[in-house]
């Protein structure tokens, strides 16, 4: 997740759809075979390309050459004649007969340093660790990453692993304190990150995973059905891919909600997932989502297992003590250049109040539209996207909640809020890529009523039920005290070897709070911005966000 094969493709999605193996790209992290067949399907044809669109497409077929047959990636002075024989691979093993069975080591390696103007902080991230994959026959595959990490974020990101009743890194799990002597602060984290799953294909349209991952569903950069924000987690996941179809089912054991302390056994919870994409022609796919959380500290509810099932009406039967959300999402793509998507979830309705237009507050759904426009220019893209969430959405009672690890399994900003991203992505050489990206979200939170603290829906980790909001109708996008987050970057990327980058960024992240108009409330308020400047270099990593 994170590499550069993910733009790539969506470009070439969008404007080779017609020639190359159908792409269902709501559901990644994407198989290296199907990229791979994707770029050696371009390679192969009569279609002129440009340098850029050139070297997008060796970079895909350089990345997942252990996949393809037909064409080749070759370093022409390799390191010590043994080490990076190919572009991607600091060291191969393979056998003879190309095919058969494939070993790839790679160093993962990731600095960045830089200042913050609030408080005129010293910010850094290092990672350092190792990418082991291989596949025998292309039958079975396996992948491993690991790294050691230390950081001291953003004072935003600080406060959000720092304070508050769950304390958490995002997208990461267990963390512990990081003092710097040379430095001379206190609030660094330190966290290990150790992924790694088993790939079995079943027949020639059956693929089966286990190990420890996330994923994402969806063609936005946010997802309101399963995104990479929180911490990876244990899975199963069957795909199965015939015709026009792709059937995915994820099976998955979470941490539901904790106070961060000294050693101790987290409480679990599980999930369960049907993604069906139909490609219904060239230009236009849907699909459709069902999703549960379970809170079983001891079990796995077993009907959850069956993967062609309603799981709503299971749920219903077996007395309604789970978390069902469903949803559609689709993608249209018309004149090789124009790609519009979006996704609508439901987690809980009624038909009646929703009509009255009262305001229920349990009334809960989620919104996503969006645009992407390739080629304004020759490797100019932009992407527009407007996201927006009822009051409540994912909430539900103690652990149910659509959580892991202390973190939103969807969006960063859980419930009650509007958000809308601009994007434009250029790439006017091969080597370099320019990234801006405007957010605007307006949210709304919980604030102190006679000493109380209020429930307005925004913090998806409370309980929620009639009796516990703070008010039963009348509910709206926004309530509570309300905050605007402004983020802008400007990330500029040189990559002058495969996998290897260069990183120079600028920031800016304000968070303003208004004074609710219930005179009787008292607003939390937080207000704070801040300016970033850094540099950074990393090798098979992706950049890492903080979104939020």
């Not at 790839?104 to 830089?114: C, H, I, S």
């Not at 990453?145 to 995002?170: C, F, L, S």
Request: charged residues 20%.
């Amino acid at each position: 997740m994170g590499s550069d094969a993910y733009h790539i493709i969506d470009r070439l999605d969008i404007k080779y759809g017609k020639i190359i193996p159908i792409q269902h790209t709501s559901d990644k992290q994407y198989h290296r075979g199907n990229i791979a067949r994707a770029a050696e399907t371009l390679r192969l044809s009569n279609v002129k390309f440009n340098k850029v669109q050139e070297y997008q497409i060796q970079w895909l077929i350089d990345d997942n050459v252990d996949w393809l047959d037909s064409v080749s990636s070759k370093t022409n002075r390799p390191l010590f004649k043994v080490l990076y024989r190919e572009p991607a691979s600091f060291a191969h093993v393979s056998s003879k007969k190309k095919g058969l069975w494939d070993l790839r080591f790679n160093p993962v390696f990731d600095l960045k340093m830089g200042v913050e103007t609030e408080g005129t902080r010293f910010i850094f991230t290092s990672s350092r660790g190792l990418e082991v994959r291989g596949n025998l026959k292309r039958v079975l595959s396996f992948y491993f990453n690991v790294t050691g990490n230390a950081a001291r974020p953003q004072g935003y990101v600080t406060d959000r692993i720092r304070k508050g009743e769950y304390r958490n890194v995002p997208g990461q799990a267990y963390w512990k304190d990081y003092d710097s002597k040379i430095f001379k602060f206190d609030d660094g984290i330190d966290f290990f990150d150790a992924r790694g799953y088993v790939n079995v294909h079943v027949l020639k349209h059956i693929n089966i995973s286990f190990g420890r991952d996330k994923f994402f569903i969806g063609n936005g950069q946010r997802s309101f059905f399963l995104s990479d924000f929180s911490a990876p987690y244990l899975f199963l996941k069957l795909d199965m891919s015939f015709w026009r179809f792709k059937y995915q089912t994820i099976f998955a054991e979470l941490n539901t909600q904790y106070v961060r302390g000294a050693d101790q056994l987290l409480p679990k919870k599980y999930m369960a997932v049907h993604h069906l994409s139909l490609q219904a022609n060239r230009f236009f796919n849907i699909g459709i989502f069902e999703g549960v959380t379970l809170n079983r500290s001891k079990q796995f509810e077993l009907q959850y297992l069956n993967p062609l099932i309603f799981y709503r009406a299971v749920e219903h039967a077996i007395g309604s003590p789970d978390n069902v959300l469903v949803g559609l999402d689709y993608k249209v793509n018309f004149a090789n250049h124009v790609s519009i998507y979006g996704q609508f979830v439901l987690d809980e309705f009624n038909f009646k109040n929703f009509f009255k237009r009262n305001g229920w507050w349990a009334n809960k759904w989620a919104m996503q539209a969006g645009v992407k426009y390739i080629d304004i220019i020759p490797n100019l893209d932009a992407q527009a996207e407007f996201n927006m969430a009822r009051p409540f959405m994912y909430t539900h009672q103690a652990g149910n909640n659509f959580t892991h690890y202390n973190q939103p399994l969807t969006h960063p900003l859980g419930a009650n809020f509007y958000e809308f991203i601009l994007q434009l992505r250029y790439q006017p050489i091969a080597p370099l890529t320019l990234n801006a990206k405007l957010i605007i979200a307006r949210v709304g939170e919980d604030t102190l009523i006679n000493g109380a603290l209020s429930n307005y829906g925004g913090d998806i980790f409370r309980y929620s039920r009639g009796p516990t909001v703070t008010r039963e109708f009348g509910n709206n996008i926004g309530q509570g005290a309300s905050g605007t987050i402004s983020y802008f970057q400007f990330l500029t990327t040189y990559q002058p070897w495969h996998n290897v980058y260069f990183d120079f960024e600028l920031l800016y992240r304000a968070k303003t709070s208004k004074k609710p108009q219930d005179e009787t409330s008292i607003a939390l308020l937080n207000n704070r911005s801040s300016f970033f400047i850094g540099f950074g270099a990393r090798m098979n990593i992706g950049f890492k966000r903080n979104e939020f």
